[in-house]
Structures are given as C-alpha cells and as structure tokens.
C-alpha cells in the first residue's frame, strides 16, 4: 500500500524563502545565497517526506514564486514587453514578469481557484512563440535523485495551463487559448522525455480546472492532449490530478477514459460526492490516489473514518493499486506544528500542519497494509474525541442562538431611500461626501508600540495614550483637509481579522502558522476552534474616544463575519454557514454597542465575501444566500438613522450584483482602481439599488499620487452613470501600506477634485 503527497509548502517553516527572496530581490544578498536557501529547503523537504516512508514524493513543486508562472516559463511564453532574448530563463526575466522592474509592469495576478493563494496569469496570443526555456522540472528531479530520492515530477497540466490563461494585450478577448494546444504540447513532450531520459518512472499532471463548470469543447480538450502525448509518455505512470471540489460526472468519464494516463487523484474532503463516482464505475487496472487528508486546513486527520473510506475503496481498485494521498498540494496547510509554543497541548493535540500530515498519510498506508501503529492510532482517536466533548469547543447558548436564525429572514424594517433620509437629517453631510476606508499608514513606531504592549514592556496606560495620541494626529489630518466623515485610522490593529479573533472566544493563533499568498507574501489566518461569542467590546472604547476628539461623524470600523470566515482556518465539525452565523451574532452585538456609545456611521467590513464563491455555479446560490443573511443580521436591529457602510476589495461584481445589492447596506465603498466603466455599467443595472456608493477614486496600491485634475476626471465619469446624490468620494482601500508622504498630497487632490466637482454641479 502506498502513499503520495500532492504538493508541499515550499516557504520553510520558518519562512526562510520569503526572508531570502526579499533580502535578494533589495540587492542585500546574490544570487547565489538565495540558490542557496532553496536548494536546501527542497532538500529538507525531500528527505523528511522520504524519512517518513513517503513512497510517491513530488518534486518541482518548489518555486522562486508561483508554479504556473514556472510553466510560462518553461513554455518561454514570456510577453514582449520582458525584451526576453531567448535561452534558459534567468532570475531576472523571471522576477520581471512576477513583480515587474523598472520600466515594465508586472504580470497579472489573480486567485488560484477558491484558495487564498495567487499566481501569475499568463498572457497568450496567436503570435505568441514557445520554446523549452526552463529546465527546471529534470533539474529538481535530478537534484533529488542525487539526493537518494526518486520523485515524481510534477507539471501543470497542459489544458489547465490554458484554461487559466488570458489572451495578451491586444489580442481579441474571444481569441480561442485552447487552439494554442498544439503548440505547447511539442515542448510538454520534450520536458517529459528528458525526464524519463533522467530515469523517472512516474509523472504527475495537475489538471485542477476539471473540477470546474466545463463545456464539451473544454474536455475534449482534454482528450486531444493526452492522446497526443500518450506515446510521449509510454513507459511512464501517469497520475492526473484533480482538486477542490467534486469532480463532474461527465468530466470524470473524459478523465478515467484518458489515453496514456495510468492513474487518478481526487480531492475526497471537498469533493465527497466523487466518491458515489468512484464507487460506480472505477477503470480497471488502474491507480486510484485517495487524497483523504484535508490539504486546505489544519485539523488532525480523522484516521479511522479514512481508514474505513480507504478500506471501501480497495474493493473498487484493488488493494495493490490504492494510493493514500492528501486532498490538494500542501502548500495552503500551515508548515509544522513543532514551531507552534503558544498554542496550549491540547489545542495542538487537535492539529496537524503540512508535517504532521505526512506522517497520517504515510501511516494511513502502512495500516491498510496491516502494519497499523495501534498507538499512533489510539493517540489520534484520543485526540478526536476530547475535541468532540472539549468544554472549549462547545457553547450551548450560541448554538442554540445561531440555529434560531436559520431559516428566518433579517432585515432592516425600512427600505434604504427611506433611511438614508432620515441619516441625512443628522448627519447634513454636503453633495459628493469624502471619506477613506479606515486604516491610516502604520509607521514603524506604531507597530513598536503594539509589539512592546503584547511583550508587557509598556504599561496599559502607556498604550492607551500612545494609540490615543495617533488617533488624535489621524483626526486632525482629516479634519485639515476637510474630509466630511472621519475614521479612527486603526492604530490598535495589526490585522483586521486577527484584531477581532483575539477578543472573540473559539479562535485560536498560530506563531509560525503561515501560508503563502503570493510570491514572499504569507498569511497567518486564525484558527477557529468552537462556538464564537464576544464576551467584551472590542471597538467601542476607541471609536467613542475617536468620536469625542471631533464634532464630525466619526466611522466605527468592523469586520464583517463573511470575511473573518474566510480569512480563517474553520472548523470541519460544523457546516461553514453555522460557524458564519455564531459570528454574525458576536458582530451583531458589537454594532448595536457601537450605536449606544453614540456612533452614527458604522462600516462592517466585507472585503473577503467574494472570495468564498464556490468553484460551481450550482453552488453560488446557497452560499450568496448565508453570507449576505450573515452580513444584514449584524445591522438589521439598529435605527434608521444610524448609516451602515460596508466595503469590499474588489469591484468583478458582474455575476453577484443582486446579492451585493441584497446586503442592504445604505452606504457601499468598493475597489474599482482597473475597470470603472464596466463596473459602473454593472450598478446602472441595478437602478433600484439607491444606496450610496463609493467607487474608489484612485489606486492605494500604488505609491503614485494622483492629481487633482486625474481624480476630477474620475468623479465625472462616475457622474455620468450614477446619480449625484449617491454618489461617495473615497481612496479605493484602506490606507495602512502607504506613507503619510504619499496619503497626504493624494487626500488634498481627492478633497481638491471634490469641491472642484461641488462647484460645477
Ligand atoms: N478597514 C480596512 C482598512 O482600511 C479595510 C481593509 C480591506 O478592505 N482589506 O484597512
Ligand atoms: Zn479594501
């Protein structure tokens, strides 16, 4: 009985690529010590995969920064604007199209699927030329052969490679990326015989995108690759690998009738229903990879239950031919449980990182082969059943609240126009109302303070004066430039989830519990444990405090529970939307203390609502449905006279308007640095929607200031779409990764443009 890993993190476990790429990439360390850093992170890697009885352990799942952007260059199919002259692709091509240089932009980013992490969208074209540029799949095969080990190359399939492309600049947006096949299959088929050349006997082919919604045309695509490659590939194993979801009915028929390829890898956490597919109708004579250990979250393995799902499976593939595999790559699990000391023993007995993982892989195989390690086993049901029962886990009277508000609608009594008439009445806030998001920069100093505070090296006392003396100086900037309404700027958060999770109950962290977002980018989400309840305010002293300090209304700024949800490890003990709701009602409590204190403008967070889209459309409507009741149940009990903003990071709306417009919000604030006109087109379809909205007028992202004139310009466009009266001025996010040189002169052209436009009107 076997055992295979999808996928690994390839940061470190103590983020050592991130420390080494950015030390690199600032000139303070060559290129030679950043080769350095990584040759011995995949050696590591390799050898406790292969320590740990791994039998199928992958390779070229290492990457400076992203694995599609690996295939682009191993396709050479880096755009024009890179001047690339040919030959093996270097570091600083590469880097080039990751983060851009000097006088070229970077390539775009987008999510990897459903997951947090982003890669490098490649930019094809018909005149786009392909060449074997990067050798670095035999290289690391090499590498880890010398080692001892031998791999199994991993490679983004060549139809999911396509897939997840976008027709280059200039190119027709309905140009057909899959009649590229042709052309990139020559050099899939060159990679791979240099690979067996090296001596591989297994290859790997993730073709994630048969997960999603295809159409015919798509999957046989599919057909048409592997059936040109198959003589490429004889001689070799071949696993295709899917994840994420269940995989369609109709694309497993096309993927288990694939020529060449010899075996299969689902996801069974998150595509449950596979199964039933499995069960029907299984290939004879072929692998079966059951990746029943959950890659995307950080729970200890239920080792009996996959026990007993691998044990039903032998019967359908036969025992010599089931592997024991993890759901996806590792890379969207945190790294290793050893580096966690702040987590209590009990806590950590519930968990397992990407490490720890390995190990229940590895001895989920050995016990279908009849060598259980009974201790091991004893310890991990142990383990699951003080989770089951822990006091910590379960709170009677937040179940019994979240599960009363299944089923009922929540909504504010009056409709939006009537409402903001009534906030307008209080509020008397001029046409065109400036206000930014929320955060102000986050200098150095701050960041001291706080870390000083947390290590108990400054009193409270001390704290509270210095964060007091910041919301003081953010007031003043604000009222200086005559911003209409005002916020806080922030100061006391490093995150805006983690800054609620620590005062929420049922939420655990992590020291080293990263992930990689993007390129060096890594994430910490908090790890929701048990049922979430607010035992205290969490805002209100420095909103009420902020609101003292100016006779303007002051913003009270919350995150919204959709996006704490998202942004964290959940629980598998409990469907999503339970967990959604329990936090809903901690949030719900903390807007209706907010309005009592006195705050007549409250934003609640969304940035992350889109981002939970499941991957298949036949699931977007019941997941809209609870998030967006989630988000009205944290405002539907306040007074019409108190205005509910809320905010997203995004402004690709086109196919959840009505549920955005469902939130009811009176006040929507949204990103819209690339495409206003589409955007604006969207919310001059939804005329009816009459709450005020807050198209970013200029990009934060960026240290560029805009003028006055550029802002000006912007207004008006929105004016041509949107009626005068709805119509917010803001900066597109919050404002915490810019200098205050920066904000500065960028807040005075916005406020500038505004009043300019005022005039006009
Ligand atoms: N209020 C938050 C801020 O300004 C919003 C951040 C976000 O949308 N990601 O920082
Ligand atoms: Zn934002």
């Given at each position: 009985m076997a055992s295979h890993i999808v996928g690994y993190p390839r940061m470190g476990p103590k983020r050592e690529l991130k420390f080494a790429l950015e030390s690199f990439w600032d000139g303070k360390s060559s290129a030679e010590d950043l080769e350095k850093v990584a040759t011995d992170l995949r050696s590591s890697i390799w050898k406790q995969m292969s320590e740990a009885g791994i039998k199928y352990i992958p390779s070229n799942t290492f990457s400076y920064y992203d694995q599609v952007l690996d295939t682009t260059a191993m396709l050479g199919a880096v755009p024009e604007r890179y001047s690339w002259t040919g030959g093996e692709i270097g570091l600083s091509t590469y880097f080039?199209?990751?983060?851009?240089?000097?006088?070229?932009?970077?390539?775009?980013?987008?999510?990897?699927?459903?997951?947090?992490?982003?890669?490098?969208?490649?930019?094809?074209?018909?005149?786009?030329?392909?060449?074997?540029a990067s050798h670095?799949?035999?290289?690391?095969?090499?590498?880890?052969?010398?080692?001892?080990?031998?791999?199994?190359?991993?490679l983004i399939g060549p139809v999911s490679y396509l897939l997840l492309s976008k027709p280059a600049k200039g190119v027709e947006k309905s140009f057909a990326l899959l009649s590229l096949l042709g052309n990139i299959l020559p050099i899939y088929k060159e990679v791979v015989t240099e690979l067996k050349a090296a001596g591989a006997s297994w290859i790997q082919f993730d073709e994630p995108t048969l997960v999603k919604d295809l159409d015919a045309h798509e999957l046989?695509?599919?057909?048409?690759?592997?059936?040109?490659?198959?003589?490429?590939?004889?001689?070799?194993?071949?696993?295709?690998?899917?994840?994420?979801?269940?995989?369609?009915?109709?694309?497993?028929?096309?993927l288990t009738s694939l020529s060449g390829v010899t075996a299969y890898g689902f996801d069974l956490i998150r595509g449950a229903k596979t199964l039933d597919l499995i069960r029907s109708s299984f290939p004879s004579g072929k692998y079966l990879f059951a990746g029943v250990v959950d890659g995307r979250n950080i729970w200890a393995d239920d080792l009996a239950a996959s026990l007993s799902t691998l044990q039903s499976l032998e019967a359908v593939a036969g025992k010599d031919k089931l592997v024991v595999s993890t759901s996806c790559s590792l890379m969207h699990t945190a790294v290793d449980l050893v580096n966690e000391t702040k987590l209590d023993d009990e806590i950590k007995s519930w968990l397992a990182f990407a490490a720890q993982k390995v190990v229940e892989v590895n001895a989920l195989a050995n016990a279908l082969a009849g060598h259980k390690d009974e201790a091991y086993f004893a310890a991990n049901a142990a383990a699951q059943a003080s989770r089951r029962s822990s006091?910590?886990?379960?709170?009677?009277?937040?179940?019994?609240?979240?599960?009363?508000?299944k089923g009922s609608d929540h909504r504010r009594a009056t409709n939006v126009s009537t409402r903001l008439?009534?906030?307008?009445?209080?509020?008397?806030?001029?046409?065109l109302p400036t206000t930014t998001i929320g955060s102000f920069p986050q200098t150095v100093e701050l960041r001291r303070v706080r870390r000083e505070y947390k290590a108990k090296k400054i009193s409270e006392e001390e704290y509270i004066a210095a964060?007091?003396?910041?919301?003081?100086?953010?007031?003043?900037?604000?009222?200086?430039?005559?911003?209409?309404?005002?916020?806080?700027?922030?100061p006391e958060r490093n995150d805006m989830v983690e800054y609620f999770g620590e005062q929420l109950s049922g939420f655990a962290f992590t020291a080293n519990g990263w992930v990689q977002s993007y390129g060096s980018r890594c994430v910490k989400p908090p790890i929701i444990y048990g049922d979430v309840s607010r035992p205290n305010p969490m805002t209100v002293f420095w909103s009420k405090t902020a609101q003292s300090m100016t006779s303007r209304p002051m913003k009270g700024m919350l995150t919204g529970p959709v996006t704490i949800l998202n942004w964290s490890f959940v629980r598998n003990d409990q469907p999503r939307f339970e967990t959604c709701?329990?936090?809903?009602?901690?949030?719900?409590?903390?807007?209706?203390?907010?309005e009592a204190a006195g705050i007549q403008v409250i934003q609640i967070d969304e940035a992350a609502l889109r981002e939970g889209l499941p991957l298949r459309k036949s699931e977007h409507a019941f997941y809209l449905d609870w998030a967006v009741h989630s988000f009205r149940i944290t405002n539907c009990g306040v007074q019409d006279t108190t205005q509910i903003h809320t905010h997203m990071c995004y402004s690709n709306f086109n196919d959840i308007i009505h549920s955005i417009i469902d939130m009811d919000a009176d006040v929507i604030t949204i990103e819209n640095s690339r495409s206003d006109e589409k955007l604006l087109s969207v919310f001059r379809e939804g005329v009816k929607y009459g709450a005020g909205i807050g198209p970013g007028v200029y990009d934060i992202h960026s240290p560029r200031i805009p003028s006055t004139e550029e802002i000006a310009d912007r207004i008006n466009k929105m004016l041509a779409v949107l009626d005068t009266n709805i119509l917010w001025v803001n900066p597109d996010c919050g404002l915490k990764t810019r200098k205050y040189t920066e904000v500065k002169p960028a807040l005075t052209n916005m406020v500038s443009a505004t009043k300019l436009i005022r005039t006009q009107l």
């Open positions: 080039s199209m990751a983060r851009g240089n000097a006088t070229v932009p970077a390539m775009e980013m987008t999510k990897w699927f459903d997951t947090n992490y982003h890669f490098i969208v490649p930019e094809l074209g018909p005149s786009t030329k392909f060449t074997y670095k799949a035999v290289s690391e095969y090499k590498e880890a052969k010398a080692l001892g080990i031998d791999t199994v190359p991993v046989a695509a599919f057909s048409s690759a592997y059936a040109e490659l198959e003589s490429a590939l004889s001689g070799l194993n071949v696993l295709v690998e899917t994840y994420f979801a269940d995989i369609p009915a109709e694309s497993y028929k096309t006091p910590r886990v379960t709170n009677e009277e937040v179940q019994k609240a979240a599960a009363a508000l008439d009534a906030q307008q009445k209080k509020l008397n806030l001029p046409v964060i007091k003396e910041e919301i003081r100086k953010v007031v003043k900037i604000q009222e200086e430039l005559d911003i209409d309404v005002l916020v806080h700027g922030e709701y329990q936090i809903a009602l901690a949030i719900k409590k903390e807007v209706e203390d907010l």
